[in-house]
């Protein structure tokens, strides 16, 4: 029988939920609220800049238990996931998503991400990202349409559930499902470390080599010339594990846009054109030319990076739009280019909700808050409402299922303080005593979750509340 990552985490969530990190949980969290995190002696990274600012940010939360879900979260990644060392004379940093030990080009960059602002004085954490970096560049010259990696980059083996899928398995690779962000992640955060720190260490010619690589694999998807190497198939009972038509998806048209196999939740697409992906992946060329030019002076593959960028914007503008029961243009979260459509969200991003965060639009766009607020509503229909709170789920967990990644997102790209209060309180009210975000809980009943340990999910968690202590710091001493 095949176990599939859906399945294999179910049961994790029941085996590991009474045992994180070797505590039990409690059906309430205890009074005193003592911390969740790993004994310091068992952490496996230390930065004295995230230390500082988590003891600055919980002196300025009033109530116990945020503060609490605070330090317990915001730390996570460090405690628990990084594992450095080297790799070809050079520092490696390899960063799992938690209770999977493999790394995905995604959750990795995202699970780092608030730390980014803290590294230029904090010498740990630049030897983090400078190793990182490596990583993905290593990672992509391995195999651009792999979403997950493996720690050794000659394993053979990927995993449990990857095992008898019908695509091009390489040495390294952990799965293989294509999803355009995987390699618009790993741009936004090289473009972001280098902006906060200047360190130009990391990006070294294995490093350009691979953005190079990046380009050409949005081009050779944008299938102009046929449908490319790129091919996926699982035996599942499950659907969304596996495409269709050998592998290739859907039809579509060949109209300039990016195709996807699989979305950021590593579900399959239903039209390959995926919209919050490609709107990511034009921010991401436009941050990657920039950086050709400053870090290797590089303008004939910077013009390559905003031609691309240019080509696929104006795709957006005329097959990505669609329009509201009121005529108002909203975006589309998939399509085909034959004038096919599909509105709806999903928890992870990139997605229609997650736009602004990821520097795709302002956050105050028109119709980037038409979309937003759609998506927020019974008109998407991965959008649960119930008696434990409301937000955004998706296929990969089912119905019902709402993921705290969405009310964390929802908050972040927030400019109303009772909406962010709201997304407070459900985020305090629904971690089921474990003081940890996990991957998604039932509408009604919060101690129906998945995944015990998801450091994105807990990282992200502590970015919205240090974005708070800095913007909005009464909303959080009245919390």
């Known amino acids: 029988m095949i176990t599939s990552r859906r399945s294999l985490l179910k049961l994790m969530a029941g085996a590991v939920g009474g045992l994180m ?3 039990v949980p409690m059906a309430r969290a205890a009074p005193r609220y003592i911390s969740h995190r790993t004994p310091i002696g068992q952490r496996k990274f230390v930065s004295p800049a995230v230390e500082a600012l988590i003891a600055r940010t919980k002196a300025k939360i009033g109530d116990p238990e945020l503060a609490w879900l605070f330090e317990n979260c915001y730390p996570n990644t460090l405690d628990t996931t990084v594992q450095l060392g080297s790799l070809h004379g050079k520092p ?5 998503t938690g209770d999977i030990d493999a790394m995905w080009l995604r959750d990795s960059s995202a699970q780092v991400w608030p730390y980014v602002p803290l590294a230029a004085h904090d010498e740990p954490l630049r030897r983090l990202f400078r190793g990182l970096i490596r ?9 651009p349409y792999a979403n997950a990696f493996l720690p050794d980059p000659q394993a053979k083996t990927p995993l449990s559930w990857a095992q008898q899928d019908l695509t091009d398995i390489h040495p390294g690779v952990a799965e293989r499902k294509w999803e355009i962000d995987s390699l618009c992640y790993p741009i ?3 473009h972001a470390y280098w902006q906060a720190t200047g360190d130009r260490e990391p990006f070294d010619d294995d490093w350009r080599a691979a953005m190079h690589t990046v380009l050409a694999t949005f081009r050779e998807q944008q299938r102009k010339h046929g449908p490319g190497p790129y091919h996926f198939q699982r035996p599942s ?4 594990d596996t495409q269709f038509l050998d592998g290739y998806g859907n039809p579509t048209r060949a109209v300039g846009l990016i195709h996807a196999m699989f979305r950021p939740s590593d579900d399959a697409c239903i039209y390959p054109l995926s919209i919050p992906g490609n709107l990511f992946a034009v921010s991401s060329l436009r941050q990657l030319a920039q950086l050709a030019i400053a870090l290797h002076d590089d303008r004939a593959f910077a013009a390559e990076c905003n031609a691309l960028a240019g080509e696929v914007e104006r795709a957006l503008q005329e097959f990505g739009v669609m329009h509201d029961e009121h005529g108002n243009e909203i975006w589309a979260y998939e399509v085909d280019g034959y004038g096919n459509q599909l509105f709806m969200d999903d928890a992870n991003a990139p997605g229609l909700s997650s736009l602004a965060y990821l520097g795709c639009c302002r956050s105050d766009d028109a119709r980037y808050r038409r979309s937003r607020e759609l998506a927020w509503s019974p008109r998407n229909p991965y959008f649960f409402r119930g008696s434990a709170a409301q937000g955004i789920g998706g296929p990969h967990e089912g119905l019902r299922m709402i993921w705290p990644i969405s009310i964390i997102m929802r908050g972040l790209t927030s400019d109303d303080s009772g909406e962010i209060r709201q997304c407070l309180h459900w985020l305090k009210t629904t971690h089921a005593g474990t003081g940890f975000m996990h991957e998604a809980f039932d509408q009604d009943d919060p101690a129906h979750f998945t995944r015990a340990w998801f450091a994105w999910a807990n990282t992200l968690f502590g970015e919205l509340i240090v974005q708070l202590a800095a913007q909005r710091p009464e909303l959080l001493r009245r919390a």
């Open 21 to 23: 990190f070797g505590r």
């Open 92 to 96: 490696d940093t390899f960063i799992v």
């Open 237 to 240: 009972a499950n659907p969304t």
């Open 188 to 190: 936004r955060l090289a």
């Open 135 to 143: 990583r993905h560049a290593l990672c992509i010259s391995i195999d």
